[in-house]
């Protein structure tokens, strides 16, 4: 199994290769041609994934989903999201929500909170294991970031965990270090979510925004934190 970080303008998107190939987050929706180039770069034509799974309802992780699935590959999201994603509209806890007033327009046009609606083919509501999809590993749900957030945790030992965690500030350097993002709908919980996913024994933390964190660096930063 090997899992390959797609770096895209806003955010990451994971190629998880195995016995088939599946995609978690998909970007912006601008980013179609760059992320089909980095997946045919390694080997993997859009169209043949065998899934995509939205770890949660932004612009900058499922702006590609409609385009996939029109391509035939099935997506993969929580139940919570499905109302999100059929109108096409953001979830709550946006970085938007989070400026002053006067800023808000400004922000909307740089960061449209619009993306392509897309239908949910295979609905998550506990877990969800991957082997259908050819994937060691499950998908589970991770609420926090925001209420219908899920995570991808593979039989490595690692996990593609969305925006539940980030690296650096919005993925500026040092890009390694854990962090909260900002726009988090319920802190305490990604704390918890973060604390549980480690001591059941994820090694590796793939997120949304930032480089690979690792549990030497986890482990420290969650000492600092007070998870109840």
Known sequence: MRV?????????????????????????????????????????????????????VHFD???????????????????????????????SGTLQALAPKFLRSTLG?????????????????????????????????????????????LADGSACVGDLLMGGVLGLPPAWMPAQHPATLNKPLCLREVSRLRRSGVERFHVGHGDLIEASYLDRWLDLQKVL
């Open 109 to 153: 046009n740089i960061l449209p909170q619009a993306f392509p609606a897309v239908e949910i083919d295979v609905p998550v509501s506990g877990i969800l294991e991957l082997s259908e999809f050819g994937i060691e590993g499950k998908v589970e749900r991770t609420a926090g970031h925001t209420e219908s957030s899920l995570s991808v945790v």
């Open 4 to 56: 390959h970080r797609i770096s895209l303008p806003l955010s990451n998107a994971f190629l998880i290769c195995d016995r088939k190939n599946i995609l978690v987050d998909t970007g912006c929706q601008s980013d179609f041609a760059q992320l089909s180039r980095q997946l045919i770069e390694r080997g993997v034509k859009p169209e043949s994934l065998a899934a995509v799974v939205l770890t949660h």
């Open 61 to 91: 992780h499922c702006g590609c989903a409609a385009e996939l699935r029109r391509r035939g590959v099935p997506v993969i999201a929580s139940e919570q999201a499905r109302s999100f994603l059929k109108s096409g509209k953001q979830e």
